[in-house]
């Protein structure tokens, strides 16, 4: 089945430890970007991937790490989380920027 | 810079009809449309891409303004099913990779 798979599904965690949070996709997508989502704020891009090893910022890159060192798999790292990154994160992924996205289930976080 | 859509939410009976707007205030070179219900991932909708060429459900009814920066969904014969969050997300260039979207439209349909 294609899908893109986020883990965990949820976390807690308190300030200053450094997490990962896990993404990846079965079909061979070239791109693939993060996002957080809050209320009232819509889905904000944080990293984006066009392809192996090539990653760029969106428009909330701050406290925050991506790597793309194999075309399946980007993960979102955390080295010293703080309580406003609490927030629902997704990953998604697709052939390029202009095909149909699939999110994962979404990872929700929090940081106390 | 995030679009702006219009309204922020509606409240529709089943079997009327809605549209629901997208605007920006940079050139665009596609638009794409997602809905979320809640709890759950976006899903795609639809890709309008700058020149005329439309990707997506054969349901679903869009329009893409280049000139103007802005698109619009419409919603037809609602059903309880359309219910949700809709969000639109844009593209600046064909080399960009940024996608960036709205803070969404909630859409409710009732009985």
């Known amino acids: 089945e294609a899908q893109v798979t986020q883990n965990p599904r949820y976390l807690i965690t308190v300030t200053g430890k450094k997490l990962t949070v896990t993404c990846s996709q079965n079909?061979?997508?070239?791109?693939m970007s993060w996002y957080r989502q809050d209320p009232g704020l819509g889905l904000r891009q944080i990293y984006y991937?066009?392809?192996?090893?090539?990653?760029d910022k969106g428009d909330v890159p701050e406290g925050y790490k991506v790597s793309r060192k194999e075309k399946r798999n980007f993960p979102l790292i955390l080295e010293s989380p703080s309580p406003n990154q609490t927030s629902l994160y997704f990953c998604?992924?697709?052939?390029?920027?202009?095909?149909?996205?699939?999110f994962g289930n979404g990872t929700r976080l929090t940081v106390t | 810079q995030q679009p702006v859509q219009s309204p922020q939410a509606v409240i529709l009976r089943e079997g009327e009809d809605a549209v629901i707007n997208c605007s920006s205030s940079?050139?665009?070179?596609?638009v794409h449309w997602y809905r979320q219900k809640h709890g759950e991932a976006p899903v795609f909708l639809m890709i309008?891409?700058?020149?005329?060429e439309q990707k997506g459900h054969e349901k679903i009814s869009a329009s893409f303004n280049e000139k103007k920066q802005q698109s619009s969904l419409y919603l037809t014969a609602s059903q309880l099913s359309y219910s949700g969050t809709y969000f639109c997300?844009?593209?600046?260039?064909?080399?960009?990779?940024?996608?960036?979207f709205g803070k969404g439209t909630k859409l409710s349909v009732i009985p």
């Open positions: 998604a992924s697709g052939m390029t920027i202009n095909s149909p996205l699939h």
């Open positions: 079909m061979n997508h070239e791109y």
């Open positions: 991937s066009m392809n192996v090893e090539v990653t």
């Open positions: 940079k050139a665009l070179y596609s």
């Open positions: 309008l891409l700058k020149g005329g």
């Open positions: 997300g844009t593209a600046s260039g064909a080399g960009s990779y940024q996608l960036t």
